[in-house]
């Protein structure tokens, strides 16, 4: 009996991995919507009856199990049906690549736990530091954009406090806005800033940020004693998808001699877009940029990195042990510069995308799910019963089911609804978020073989859904 991977046990993990996969596969063909329905209670029921104290099964029967409880009620994002969060579908290579990943099962913190996979790594980096223009830029692979964020402003701290003697993290303040991802806010609280620590800038009208007020913003910053670390601008913020003004905000911070850091998580799939990657002008003279692969790259979660303009600048996130990666080390170790010890070797996936799609390929298939977009707001804001809120300039839809007759009170009374709805009948996945004081619905659509008629069987059934809760509101009211 061989229960580990090794030579011996060659012949059993190709057996499982072939029924394994056939499984899967099988349930990719027969999906014909992006969840099961199943109710809360009833996936619990199916979890608890799992004696996990209970003597193995077997490989076979352990797998077979996996595919009953997991596969069967998994939400498939590839189904035209889901289109709630920022999750993609994911390219075929990529997730091929991953059984690489778990059987060799590298380590990618230290060069002689990985040797090639560190240079291969470091290659992605390079080729993803030379589409934001990035000279002489350096980076390392996170698990997300949140570990991102948090290693860029943790540098950035360590710049400020470095380039003013004397001061402390109390004095620090970093500006972002409100359409920012809330990571920022988490990672000003992890880095030991003040409550006050993050001053919001006020945006324009479609949430982007503004350059004039950033200015006023950081002059009132220095009016009260307080030492800017950092400006956080977003390409591609969570429920607009709106790309803020990089150059002009670039502008404002040369000036200020303030760090920039650029959320790009969601907009970074603009990077190898043929036809839309002059939104992303003036990334290149950001400091540290944020790119989530595993959003705009058709990547398995997860897959992400953080950038910045000037390798060196990582030195500060630099610690040495004797026992990894000592400091006399003539190695390349990616733990030199990760806030990370062990580590997936998740660039591979990419490296797989890459080789096999061609970056100019992703990017078209970027390219189809904003051009989808962009039809769909056009369907909405032709539906008599629907209302678009905003445009985007990535894949967001963001929209009420408010037919005639419906006040804006009634309408938000319906938003919750829907989407449970919805999701309790497993027949469509819808988000829902505020905007403007004021709850809608949110399309993120990120599959690119997805249709408009797709999306028209989407709102649909969100019309039906709201026709029925409406329906449902009136009777009660006549009730009492």
């Given at each position: 009996m061989h229960e580990l991977l090794s030579a011996a046990s060659a012949d059993a993990y190709a057996e499982a991995l072939r029924g394994t996969v056939d499984r899967v596969a099988s349930r990719f063909r027969t999906t014909t919507q992006p969840f099961s329905g199943a109710s809360r209670d009833e996936l619990q029921a199916l979890v608890d009856v799992v004696d996990l104290d209970g003597p193995g099964q077997g490989t076979n029967a352990a797998l077979r199990e996996i595919d009953e409880l997991f596969a069967r009620h998994a939400v498939y994002f590839h189904d035209p049906g889901y289109a709630a969060h920022l999750n993609c579908p994911v390219a075929v290579p990529a997730v091929a690549a991953e059984a690489v990943i778990a059987a060799v099962n590298a380590s990618v913190d230290t060069y002689d736990q990985s040797t090639v996979g560190t240079l291969m790594e470091r290659r992605l980096v390079a080729w993803t530091a030379g589409r934001l223009g990035f000279v002489d830029g350096g980076g390392v692979f996170t698990s997300g954009g949140t570990q991102s964020n948090l290693q860029a402003l943790l540098v950035a701290r360590e710049r400020a406090l470095a380039h003013a003697p004397g001061a402390h993290p109390d004095d620090l303040v970093v500006l972002a806005t409100a359409s920012g991802h809330f990571s920022v806010r988490n990672a000003v609280r992890l880095l030991g800033l003040p409550a006050d620590g993050v001053r919001l800038v006020p945006v324009d009208e479609d949430g982007r940020m503004r350059p004039d007020a950033l200015a006023i913003a950081l002059r009132h910053v220095?009016?009260?004693?307080?030492?800017?670390?950092?400006?956080?601008?977003?390409?591609?913020?969570?429920?607009?998808?709106?790309?803020?003004?990089?150059?002009?905000?670039?502008?404002?911070?040369?000036?200020?001699?303030?760090?920039?850091?650029?959320?790009?998580?969601?907009?970074?799939?603009?990077?190898?877009?043929p036809t839309r990657r002059h939104l992303l002008d003036g990334v290149e003279r950001a400091r540290s940029v944020t790119v989530d692969f595993h959003k705009a790259f058709f990547q398995p979660v997860s897959s992400s990195a953080l950038v910045v303009r000037h390798a060196a600048d990582l030195r500060h996130v630099a610690h040495h042990a004797d026992y990894l990666n000592p400091e006399d080390s003539d190695e390349p170790n990616q733990v030199d510069v990760s806030l990370q010890t062990t580590r997936r070797f998740d660039a591979l996936k990419l490296w797989a995308t890459l080789r096999a799609l061609g970056p100019d390929r992703i990017g078209e298939m970027v390219d189809a799910t904003i051009d989808l977009t962009a039809a769909v707001h056009d369907l909405v804001e032709r539906d008599t019963e629907l209302h678009l809120l905003a445009r985007t300039d990535l894949s967001t839809v963001l929209f009420r089911y408010q037919p005639d007759g419906v006040d804006d009170e009634q309408a938000d009374a319906l938003v919750a609804g829907v989407r449970r709805r919805l999701f309790d009948a497993g027949r469509a996945l819808v988000a829902r978020t505020v905007l403007d004081g004021r709850p809608c619905l949110k399309l993120t659509l990120l599959n690119p073989e997805t249709s408009v008629a797709d999306v028209r069987h989407v709102l649909e059934l969100v019309r039906a859904a709201g026709a029925a809760l409406l329906a449902e509101q009136r009777l009660a009211e006549v009730a009492r």
């Open positions: 220095e009016r009260d004693g307080r030492l800017p670390m950092a400006v956080v601008a977003t390409a591609g913020t969570t429920d607009r998808g709106c790309v803020d003004p990089l150059a002009a905000i670039a502008d404002v911070c040369d000036a200020a001699d303030v760090w920039l850091h650029v959320d790009a998580a969601y907009g970074c799939g603009l990077l190898v877009s």
